[in-house]
């Protein structure tokens, strides 16, 4: 171990390990094939969110009145919330392969 100071975040990161070890908690790190697969994972689900604003703005500018307005933004809050997830649902599953 060496001598330096250490910044408040390592110190924070050393209790949390060290509460996970006492909780019996085990880090086992990511294969390069998981890692692959949750990135592609995330890049299919960013696309799938700027598909839903591209359409979302397209029909907002479209829409002149308030409810509808309204209306649209329920739905695009929950296709963004549905799609999220969706997204860490599979992440997390390819995580504990």
Do not use: F
Not at 20 to 31: F, I, N, R
Not at 62 to 75: N, S
Request: aromatic fraction near 4%.
């Amino acid at each position: 171990m060496n001598d330096e100071p250490k910044s408040a975040l390592e110190l924070a990161m050393a209790r949390l390990k060290k509460q996970d070890a006492d909780a019996g908690v085990t880090e086992h790190p990511l294969s390069d094939d998981q890692k692959n697969e949750i990135g592609e994972i995330r890049r299919t689900y960013a696309a799938k969110l700027a598909q839903e604003e591209i359409l979302y703005k397209s029909k907002l500018a479209g829409a002149v009145d308030l409810e509808q307005r309204q209306t649209m933004d329920d739905h695009y809050r929950r296709d963004v919330e549905r799609l999220a997830h969706e997204r860490d649902r599979k992440v997390e599953k390819v995580r504990n392969a």
